[in-house]
């Protein structure tokens, strides 16, 4: 699998290389794979004075060293979302400028106390409007495993990164599959989490009533299992904590879902991934249970209208809040802006409580089954240039991220984890990604299932990882 974080961390806890050595590897690999796109921001000094940091308290408290799950491992933040203190931060837009830097978020906090050391900002579309990465301010996100095809987004950034090895996990985002899309595009693992599950104050910046998360994209199971348990609980937000329930290793019924409907259909390959899947759990003992696409279409329509609406009138008041000069927006930012401020209140209060009837008729298919298998991707990677912003129609906009990926905003928008990992390749040697989405707190569900899927060994990584020993 040419390794994962968590070996990369191992190998600086016995002293195979420093932290120091592990983030000059990373700012040489940054160099090299610089067409990819996938850096929108480097601060080399920041980075080597972090790893430096890492390496005395290595020498001087080894024990707190010791209890960092990612003691010295480099890796890069989102360039939305956060905020981590010293990235200044511009949501791929030139409404901003890259000077200062607010301070850490709380779950910026979580990342360096886990030992992280950070060194850049990755690369997101402008206000993470697209499921591609490629803001007019530049650079263009490419993907790894084929530079003509996107990264997705509106992790892109992080997932061109990971996936190219450059770093062996990066924070991420999600409010309408931004972690999961470009996950899947890469060949990685990416999970969203239960609503109010991370941190999100003390700003609450990237709320986005609730339908936003944040969290990594991995390159295995282990990795997200770890990074998970590391940041999640108390998260002081306008949710309880999830209550988290542990794994149950008896018979799960597994819902599968193997159809997205006539106006979105998803390709023969990828939904014969996720039938070896099913077939793969079926071996372990577990039931399958076949689920319908008329048991989703609604709430996949409802969905999309309640994430432009919270979408709009979240960049309407940004706008007028922080006094920015909408004309120098991207014409699509410009566009879901204009219709943020036309949205009548009775109107968004629709489609929020449409968003309540999305979770409520989850929660009644999970009567009958434990977890649901989906598809993530409806086909390949498409090519760069497949999401254009330089016009203004939303609609259109929307229809065609819901034909990319028409179960992407399922989990924002009920509040539900689901998460994504290659199951083999296509033709094009592409991943096929597989989406298991499970009840409310059952993230280990998730996990320990996926944890059977990836031992399967159906997807490797091209690229080593900057620095870990071979």
């Known amino acids: 699998m040419q390794g994962d974080a968590t070996d990369l961390a191992?190998?600086?806890?016995?002293?195979?290389?420093?932290?120091?050595?592990?983030?000059?590897?990373?700012?040489?690999?940054a160099a090299r794979q610089e067409p990819l796109g996938a850096?929108?921001?480097?601060?080399?000094?920041?980075?080597?004075?972090?790893a430096e940091d890492r390496d005395r308290e290595r020498r001087s408290a080894p024990s707190r060293f010791a209890v960092r799950p990612f003691a010295g491992v480099p890796?890069?933040?989102?360039?939305?979302?956060?905020?981590?203190?010293?990235?200044?931060?511009?949501?791929?837009?030139?409404?901003?400028?890259?000077?200062?830097?607010?301070?850490?978020?709380?779950?910026?906090?979580?990342?360096r106390d886990a030992g992280f050391c950070l060194f850049g900002l990755t690369t997101s579309p402008e206000f993470g409007l697209s499921l591609a990465s490629e803001p007019a301010i530049g650079p263009v996100c490419r993907n790894p495993l084929d530079p003509a095809r996107t990264a997705g987004g509106s992790s892109g950034g992080a997932a061109a990164a990971v996936a190219a090895g450059i770093v062996a996990i990066a924070h991420a985002t999600d409010a309408g599959g931004s972690i999961r899309v470009?996950?899947?595009?890469?060949?990685?693992?990416?999970?969203?989490?239960?609503?109010?599950?991370?941190?999100?104050?003390?700003?609450?910046?990237?709320?986005?009533?609730?339908?936003?998360?944040?969290?990594?994209?991995?390159?295995?199971?282990?990795?997200?299992?770890l990074i998970f348990d590391r940041l999640s609980g108390k998260s002081q937000g306008p949710f309880p904590d999830p209550?988290?329930?542990?794994?149950?290793?008896?018979?799960?019924?597994?819902?599968?879902?193997?159809?997205?409907?006539?106006?979105?259909?998803?390709?023969?390959?990828?939904l014969a991934a996720i039938e070896d899947a099913a077939r793969a759990l079926e071996s372990e003992g577990h039931d399958i249970v076949p689920v319908s696409w008329a048991e989703f279409e609604w709430s996949v329509t409802?969905?999309?209208?309640?994430?432009?609406?919270?979408?709009?009138?979240?960049?309407?008041?940004?706008?007028?809040?922080?006094?920015?000069?909408e004309s120098r927006a991207e014409p699509l930012t410009q566009a879901f802006a204009a219709r943020g401020r036309t949205l009548p209140a009775t109107s968004l209060w629709n489609t929020l409580n449409e968003a309540v009837l999305v979770s409520h008729k989850l929660w009644a298919l999970f009567d009958r089954v434990d977890c649901i298998l989906m598809p993530m991707l409806s086909s390949a990677p498409l090519a760069i240039g497949s999401f254009p912003s330089d016009h203004a129609d939303t609609d259109l906009h929307l229809e065609r991220?819901?034909?990319f990926a028409p179960l992407a905003r399922l989990a924002n928008i009920s509040g539900f984890p689901a998460l994504t990992l290659p199951f083999g390749q296509d033709e094009r040697t592409m991943p096929l990604p597989v989406q298991i989405?499970?009840?409310?707190?059952?993230?280990?569900?998730?996990?320990?299932?996926?944890?059977?899927?990836?031992?399967?060994?159906?997807?490797?990584h091209r690229f080593p990882i900057a620095g870990l020993p071979s």
């Not at 850096?39 to 972090?50: E, T, V």
């Not at 990685?188 to 700003?203: C, E, Q």
């Not at 989405?437 to 490797?460: F, K, V």
């Open 10 to 29: 191992a190998a600086i806890r016995r002293g195979s290389l420093s932290a120091a050595e592990a983030m000059q590897a990373s700012l040489e690999a």
């Open 39 to 50: 850096i929108a921001y480097l601060d080399a000094a920041l980075g080597l004075a972090s």
């Open 75 to 111: 890796t890069l933040a989102k360039d939305l979302g956060g905020p981590f203190a010293g990235l200044p931060v511009t949501a791929g837009s030139r409404l901003f400028e890259r000077k200062g830097g607010e301070a850490d978020s709380d779950l910026a906090s979580r990342f």
């Open 182 to 225: 470009p996950a899947a595009c890469c060949g990685l693992v990416g999970m969203k989490p239960t609503r109010g599950a991370i941190p999100g104050g003390p700003s609450f910046g990237n709320h986005l009533a609730g339908i936003a998360s944040e969290l990594a994209v991995c390159r295995s199971v282990r990795d997200t299992a």
């Open 243 to 270: 209550s988290r329930v542990d794994i149950d290793n008896g018979r799960l019924r597994i819902g599968l879902l193997v159809d997205t409907g006539s106006a979105y259909p998803t390709e023969g390959d990828r």
């Open 302 to 325: 409802s969905g999309g209208r309640a994430f432009v609406d919270i979408v709009s009138v979240n960049l309407a008041a940004l706008m007028k809040t922080a006094a920015l000069d």
């Open 401 to 403: 991220m819901t034909a």
């Open 437 to 460: 989405m499970a009840p409310m707190g059952y993230e280990s569900r998730l996990l320990s299932l996926a944890a059977r899927l990836e031992a399967e060994g159906r997807w490797q």
